[in-house]
Each structure stands twice: as structure tokens, then as C-alpha cells.
């Protein structure tokens, strides 16, 4: 049959690495994610208010997440969501190793483990609502990238896919920018036959590629809403436009620099691994030291690019930490997946460690030297197998700490329902509303569930509490109305007798004092 042939030759012609990196990956996730699929968490307050979620952020920019959003429904299912999730890293990965030319099967598996633990995906499932459409749209972003650099056909593909990938999340504009700089080092290194003019060639056509994504990208968005754009601003790259970001360039660049230090920092929380940073810059600075060493032996005697290489290990942090100067200030690990590019530039390198060996054998040393080199990369693989083991704990971590917050959450829940409905002045249908923070989260902390618009969503949603309030705002505002009248002023505070009382119409729980 014409579509089993297809189906046939597709998989045929995959090499065994890129198939290798895919199907490893998937294990990986469901090894390391199996707990955060298989229970109720809420690892963000954002979690917790949309248990059902249409995924229409067109408000801050993401015009095409509720499309990708789509593929799991509007509820928010944490096998569903998650396997998607991991569904779309595991296919990125085998990309990745496609576009890098990775020939070794272990190193494949190794680079797909580092884009499956990398903190990036574990800190997406604090966002289950969206976890699979911002991991599909990475997904998209690489397979952009993959048909950019693999086909003679992909540039205006790549370009559509970017941009479709950059509206629903954008920071994966930044993602293909960091992939396409490991390209980019990859070809500069390892390459001899690749020169100065194919380099630059190249390097233009990423550019552009680049550009013309996020310019249709906004194009799309004034056409969708009617040339308004953004109406909102929620840590987002809708921002970037301004004049005074542009003027802040030189304070974003070291913006750039620092975090990407923070992101190859500490592997773990203070509950994790305590591993502290040492695996990370151990893999750096050997990272450095073989890139050099295989560029000298790959490319001889080359002084102008030698330089340049020096000024792109120099720009290393610009590149895999761009969406600082997209978003200033508020980039965290869910904008940074580009930074997985500094340990796929080791894994190239070691990959093509073969090639630099035979090219040490005639020179003086070269025995001693290629020793060096094979105990270079036994000790990088070593500080990766840590990296990847530090990042699955912390990860699992959280999700148990998650697990403990929610029980604790139920149970307060259910206990204060108990109380309202106890007492005499409640009406049934009377609206309960919980004031305060409470102190009754699990380890250090407070987990941003545990504050008064929380209690009334996680009411709803996990207890089928119904109260006649539509947005959280509401919320808000009525319960700053009442902590400021005399009657809550004078409540004592739960479990003391007197914390549950009749005030404006609502059944008041005071968990804590007004915080002035």
C-alpha cells in the first residue's frame, strides 16, 4: 500500500541515533514525570485557576496556544497534558540529533536524557494547562530548525513554523535562536570543509530566518486583533517593542550573562540533590577546554577563525539567553530551555572526538594528548549523569512537596466548609470566603496556593463548592472590603473561637491578620 510505504521509508531512512534519542526520551519522561502525571498537583497558583483552560492567551500575544492547546481538550488532565508534553520533547530531541549530526547512539540517548530533565520541562508541568502546547510549540521550533539547516526547501517552512511556535509561547523564538548558535559552533569547529564565506552564508540565513519569523509573527497578531496587539503584559516578549527596552540593550546584554550563570548555577533547591554548582562549571570548563583542542586539530593553523570562534564563545551566554533582552526582568527557567544548548555543544564535541584523536596522531605528544582527551570526556559524561540525576530529584521534589500541599489544602478546605456550614448565622447558599494566608504548607515556604482567592478556587474546583463569583478580581475586592470594616478587624484568628463569623453577606473564615 502507497501509505504504508511512506510510513515504511520514513522510518527507514531515520538513522539509528535520531530514533534512538526519541524513543529513549519518552522512557526518560515517563520515568522521571510518572508521579506528576499520575496525581492532582498544583505547582502554581496559575495551575490551580485553570483546572479548565480554552488556552486563549491572545491577550498577551500567543495567538496560535489555543490551536496547540486544542489537542487536549479544554480540561486539564495531568496524563493527557503530561504525555503530550513529553510526547513533543521526545520527538524535539531526535530533531536535535538530527540537526547536529550526532552519530553516536549512547551520546544520542545522553543528549535526549539533558532535554528531558533539563528544569525547563519539569518547571512546564507547574503550568499543566499548557504544558503540552509549550513543549509542542519547542517542538515546532525544532523541527524548523531541522528543515532550515537539513533541506533545500525549509527556509519558508522554518520561518511559518517559528513563528506559529513564538504564538504560543515566545521565548521559543529564543529557542531556535540557541539551537541554531550549537549548529552554528558545531559547523565552526568541527567542520574544516565548511569555510569563511558558507560560515557567514549560513549565519545570514539563520538571521533572516529569525526575523522574518518574529515579524510575522507580529503581523499575525495586529491582523488577529484588529491592530491592537497585546492588550496585556504577563512576562511576555509583547514588551520588547518599547523604546526604553531597546535603550536598556547594554543593561540587558549583562542581564544575558547573569542568567545564564543562574541557570548552570545550583542543580537543586535546598531539599534536592545538594549537589551544589560544581558538575555544571566542571562541564564548562572542560566543555572549553575540548572545544579548543578539537578546533585546533580539526581546523589547523586558521588564525581568523580562531578568533572568531573565541568571540562566539565569548557571546555563548547572549545567544542561549536572548529573551532577556525580550523581557527584562522577568526571565525564569521556563523562558531558558536554550541554555540545554551548552551541554549539546559538549555532546557534539565528544561526538566528533574520533576524528580529533586521528588528527593528534602525528603530532608531537598526540599519544599523551589523546589520553587527555579521552579522560576529558569520561569526566564531562560523568558531571552530564550527574546534572541529569540532580535534575530528575528536584523535579520529583517538588512534585511530592506539590502532593503534601494539596492534601493539606483539601483537608483545610473541607474543615472550614465544615465550620462555615456550623454555624448558626449561615445560610444555605451564602457565599464562603477564607481571609488570610495560611500557615499549614508543607517544608519551607509558602506555596502560592495558600492565600484567600486560592481557597475560593480550590472550593470550586476540587470540593464542587459553588460561589457567586466570576473572576478572581472579585474576590480580591470583596475580601479587601471586608478586612477594612470593624467586625473582621475585631474576629480572632482560626483555630480560636470566634474566627468564623457573618460579615457583608459572606461567611468570613480569618485565617490571619490584615497585613498592612
Not at 511559518?160 to 549548529?183: E, K
Not at 539567553?321 to 525564569?332: G, L, M, S
Request: proline share 3%.
Amino acid at each position: 500500500m502507497p501509505c504504508q510505504s511512506c510510513i515504511a521509508q520514513f522510518f527507514h531512512r531515520l538513522q539509528k541515533p535520531v530514533w534512538a534519542a526519541a524513543v529513549s526520551a519518552f522512557v526518560t519522561g515517563m520515568l522521571v514525570y510518572l508521579f506528576a502525571l499520575t496525581n492532582t498537583l498544583f505547582l502554581t497558583g496559575d495551575a490551580l485557576n485553570n483546572v479548565y483552560f480554552n488556552g486563549d492567551l491572545m491577550w498577551i500575544g500567543r495567538w496560535s496556544s489555543r490551536w496547540l492547546s486544542s489537542l487536549s481538550t479544554s480540561y486539564t488532565m495531568p496524563y493527557v497534558n503530561g504525555l503530550l508534553m513529553i510526547a513533543a520533547v521526545s520527538a524535539l530531541s531526535g530533531m536535535l540529533v538530527a540537526v547536529l549530526e550526532i552519530r553516536s547512539t549512547v551520546l544520542a540517548v545522553v543528549s535526549s536524557a539533558v532535554m528531558m530533565c533539563f528544569p525547563t520541562v519539569s518547571a512546564t508541568l507547574g503550568f499543566l494547562h499548557n504544558a503540552d502546547a509549550y513543549m509542542l510549540a519547542a517542538m515546532l521550533a525544532a523541527l524548523g530548525v531541522l528543515l532550515l539547516e537539513k533541506t533545500r526547501w525549509g527556509f519558508l517552512p522554518a520561518v511559518l513554523l517559528i513563528a506559529v511556535a513564538t504564538g504560543t509561547y515566545q521565548a521559543c523564538a529564543t529557542f531556535a535562536l540557541g539551537m541554531l548558535f550549537v549548529r552554528g559552533m558545531q559547523l565552526m569547529i568541527c567542520r574544516p570543509d565548511v569555510g569563511p564565506r558558507a560560515l557567514l552564508l549560513r549565519a545570514g540565513r539563520y538571521a533572516l530566518c529569525l526575523v522574518l519569523s518574529v515579524a510575522l509573527y507580529y503581523v499575525v497578531l495586529l491582523a488577529m486583533t484588529g491592530g491592537q496587539g497585546a492588550t496585556g503584559d504577563y512576562q511576555s516578549v509583547t514588551e520588547s517593542a518599547s523604546l526604553e527596552t531597546l535603550m536598556a540593550f547594554p543593561q540587558n546584554l549583562a542581564g544575558c550573562y547573569q542568567d545564564f550563570w543562574q541557570a548552570v548555577g545550583p542543580l537543586s533547591t535546598e531539599e534536592g540533590c545538594q549537589m551544589g554548582s560544581w558538575p555544571n562549571h566542571v562541564f564548562i570548563a572542560l566543555e572549553l577546554l575540548l572545544a579548543c583542542v578539537s578546533f585546533l586539530a580539526l581546523q589547523g593553523r586558521k588564525p581568523l577563525r580562531f578568533l572568531a570562534f573565541l568571540a562566539l564563545c565569548a557571546l555563548a551566554p547572549f545567544f542561549l539567553c536572548a529573551i532577556r533582552i525580550f523581557a527584562p526582568d522577568k526571565v525564569y527557567n521556563l523562558m531558558t530551555y536554550s541554555v540545554a544548548g551548552t551541554y549539546l555543544i559538549g555532546i557534539v564535541l565528544m561526538d566528533r572526538l574520533p576524528e580529533t584523536m586521528e588528527r593528534l596522531k602525528a603530532a608531537k605528544g598526540g599519544r599523551a594528548a589523546r589520553g587527555a582527551l579521552a579522560g576529558v570526556s569520561w569526566a564531562m559524561l560523568a558531571c552530564l549523569a550527574v546534572c541529569v540525576y540532580s535534575w530528575s530529584i528536584d523535579a520529583n521534589v517538588k512534585f511530592h512537596k506539590a502532593k503534601l500541599d494539596y492534601e493539606n489544602m483539601y483537608a483545610q478546605c473541607a474543615t472550614f466548609l465544615a465550620l462555615a456550614e456550623a454555624n448558626e448565622e449561615y445560610v444555605e447558599g451564602m457565599p464562603v470566603l477564607v481571609i488570610g494566608d495560611s500557615s499549614y504548607a508543607s517544608g519551607r515556604g509558602r506555596p502560592a496556593m495558600y492565600e484567600t482567592k486560592m481557597y475560593y478556587t480550590f472550593m470550586r474546583y476540587c470540593l464542587n463548592v459553588d460561589m457567586p463569583f466570576s473572576t478572581a478580581n472579585d474576590i480580591r475586592d470583596l475580601a479587601r472590603m471586608i478586612e477594612d470594616t470593624e467586625d473582621f478587624v475585631l474576629m480572632s484568628c482560626y483555630p480560636n473561637e470566634g474566627c468564623v463569623q457573618a460579615v457583608e453577606d459572606c461567611m468570613v473564615i480569618k485565617l490571619s491578620e490584615k497585613d498592612y
